[in-house]
C-alpha cells in the first residue's frame, strides 16, 4: 500500500522502508492497471525511474534533500516542461515541444518532486466533463461510465486512483475544485496571482491559476509552499509572503457564511444539499457561527463569466495560427488559406464556438453592450464578495450542482453544461482561494464535494478550516 500522505512517504524513505525507485515502480504499475480510465496522455517512466535512481543515491550518500522528495507529481497537459511535448489536449499543438518550463514545475523539480506524466484534460481547459479532448475522455475511477468533471479530469483521476500523490491542474472557472469534487479528493484553487502561470498555456489570463489536487490539505500546503510566489516571468504574480502553509492554525470560533439562494438553487443535487445543511450543523456544534447571507448576484456568475473568459479565450488562442506553434495544415494555397485550414481542423468544436462567442462580444458593434457590461458586474460581484468577507471568515457553499453525470449524457447540451459552473465560477471572478473538500459518497457510492472560500491570501486558514471540517465528519 501506497501512503497518502508525503508525511508519511518521506518517513519510510527516512526509516529505509520504502527507497523512491521503489514508490515510483508501484504508481507505474498503478498507472498501468488503471490504464482502462485514460487518465495520461503520456507516461514519462525512463525519466522518473531515472530520477528516482538519483534521488535514492542521494539519500544513501547522506546529501541534502529538497523539501519535496518522495513527492510523486501527475501535471495537466496545459503546463509546459522543456523538452516535453505539451498540447492542451489540441490537435493544433500537437507536436509542440516547449523549449522551457513553467515556473510552478521547475520549483517542484528543484525540491526534488518527480513529474510521472502528463495527464488528460478538455481542450485548453475548457469544458467540465474531459470530454472535450483528442485523447477521448478520462473515466471517472468510482464509476467508469461516470465522467470524472474537467478540465482537469485527469488529473482528479490520477489521484483518486493512487497513480501518483498529487497532481497539478488549472483552474480558470472550476477545473480544479469541480473534478476533486467528483472524484472524492481535494483541490485548491489559489488566489489570483499566488502562483505564477508562467508555463500555464494561457486560457482566459485574468481567471487563470493553477491549482492543486491532493489527499490531504497538509499535502497541498506543502506544495503551494513551494510553488507559489513572485515569479520575475508573470507580472500578474503576487509580492505577498508565502506562508508556511501548515494547515494547523486554530480558528477558535469560525463565522462561515452561506448563500441560501445557492443552498435552495432548484438544479442543486439532494444529496449535495444534505451534505451541506450537515456541514453547517457540525459547524454550530464545533462553536462556529453560521450566517445565511444574501448573495445579489447569483443570476450574474455564469453569464459574466462566460463573456469575459470567451473574450479571453478569443484572442489568447489568435496565437495558434499554424506558422508559430504545433500543428499545421497542408495544401494550402494562400497564407490566409493555411491560417483558416490550420485552425479548422485544429481546434474541436468547443473550442471554435468560444473562439465564436469571444470574438462576438469583443466586437465594435456589442463591445460595450456586451464585454464592458460584463467587466463592470465583474466588479460589483468582487465588491459584494469582499465586503461578506469583511464579516465572516469563509463561504461555505457546493462545489458543482450535480453529481458526475454519465459519458455522453449532457455532450449536445453546453448550455447546460456552462450552467452547472454556477459555484465555481464565483471564486474565479473574485481572484479569492477556494477549495474543495470531500463530503463522502452517496448510496452509489458516487462521490460529492462541497467548496469553501477565503478571503484573498489567506490560503493557510483555509486549508487549517478545510482539514478541520474533514476530520471531525469522519468521526
Ligand atoms: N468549466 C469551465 C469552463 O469550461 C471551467 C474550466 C476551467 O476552469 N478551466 O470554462
Excluded at 95 to 110: D, H, K, M, N, W
Excluded at 336 to 356: A, L
Excluded at 379 to 388: D, Y
Aim: hydrophobic share 35%.
Amino acid at each position: 500500500m501506497i501512503p497518502k500522505s508525503l508525511q508519511e512517504i518521506q518517513l519510510q524513505i527516512k526509516t529505509k522502508k520504502l527507497q523512491v525507485s521503489d514508490l515510483v515502480q508501484q504508481y507505474l504499475d498503478r498507472i498501468e492497471q488503471s490504464k482502462h480510465l485514460n487518465i495520461y496522455v503520456e507516461v514519462y517512466k525512463e525519466d522518473a525511474i531515472q530520477r528516482a535512481i538519483e534521488l535514492d543515491t542521494k539519500i544513501k550518500s547522506g546529501d541534502q534533500l529538497g523539501a519535496l522528495y518522495g513527492c510523486i507529481i501527475s501535471v495537466k497537459d496545459i503546463i509546459v516542461q522543456k523538452g516535453k511535448h505539451t498540447t492542451a489536449a489540441s490537435k493544433i499543438l500537437d507536436g509542440f515541444v516547449s523549449p522551457y518550463s513553467a515556473t510552478a514545475l521547475q520549483r517542484l523539480i528543484e525540491e526534488d518532486a518527480i513529474i510521472i506524466g502528463r495527464t488528460n484534460c478538455d481542450e485548453f481547459g475548457m469544458g467540465s466533463a474531459n470530454e472535450n479532448s483528442i485523447y477521448g475522455p478520462t473515466k471517472n475511477g468510482a464509476d467508469p461510465s461516470r465522467i470524472p468533471g474537467g478540465s482537469s479530469g485527469g488529473a482528479a483521476v490520477s489521484v483518486q486512483m493512487n497513480t501518483c500523490l498529487i497532481a497539478i491542474g488549472s483552474d480558470t472557472g472550476g477545473s480544479v475544485r469541480q473534478p476533486a469534487a467528483f472524484c472524492g479528493i481535494y483541490g485548491l484553487k489559489p488566489s489570483y496571482g499566488r502562483i505564477s502561470r508562467y508555463g500555464l498555456i494561457a486560457y482566459a489570463s485574468s481567471f487563470d491559476q493553477i491549482g492543486i489536487l491532493g489527499h490531504t490539505p497538509d499535502d497541498i500546503g506543502l506544495i503551494l509552499e513551494q510553488i507559489s510566489g513572485r515569479d520575475e516571468l508573470d507580472a500578474t504574480s503576487s509580492h505577498v509572503p508565502v506562508e508556511n502553509y501548515d494547515p494547523t492554525e486554530q480558528i477558535p470560533s469560525p463565522t462561515v457564511a452561506y448563500f441560501p439562494q445557492m443552498i435552495d438553487h432548484p438544479k442543486l443535487n439532494p444529496d449535495i444539499k444534505s451534505a451541506i445543511e450537515e456541514k453547517i450543523e457540525q459547524i454550530q456544534s464545533g462553536g462556529g457561527k453560521v450566517v445565511p447571507v444574501d448573495f445579489q448576484y447569483m443570476d450574474f456568475l455564469v453569464p459574466t463569466y462566460y463573456v469575459l473568459t470567451t473574450a479571453e479565450a478569443s484572442t489568447n488562442l489568435s496565437r495558434f495560427d499554424g506558422v508559430r506553434y504545433g500543428y499545421r495544415a497542408t495544401d494550402s494555397n494562400t497564407l490566409e488559406d493555411m491560417y483558416v485550414n490550420t485552425r479548422t481542423e485544429g481546434f474541436g468544436n468547443e473550442v471554435k464556438r468560444r473562439i465564436m462567442l469571444g470574438t462576438y462580444v469583443l466586437s465594435e458593434g456589442y463591445f460595450d453592450a456586451y464585454f464592458n457590461k460584463a467587466q463592470k458586474v465583474r466588479r460589483l460581484i468582487k465588491e459584494e464578495m469582499e465586503s461578506i468577507l469583511e464579516n465572516v471568515d469563509f463561504v461555505l457553499l457546493p462545489t458543482s450542482t450535480s453529481i458526475p453525470w454519465k459519458i455522453g449524457e449532457l455532450a449536445d447540451d453546453p448550455v447546460e453544461v456552462y450552467l452547472s459552473d454556477v459555484f465555481t465560477v464565483l471564486a474565479n471572478l473574485t481572484g479569492l482561494p477556494s477549495i474543495n473538500i470531500p463530503a463522502g459518497t452517496n448510496t452509489d457510492g458516487i462521490p460529492l464535494g462541497i467548496q469553501i472560500i477565503s478571503k484573498k491570501y489567506s490560503e493557510n486558514k483555509l486549508l487549517s478550516f478545510s482539514k478541520r471540517l474533514y476530520y471531525s465528519q469522519k468521526k
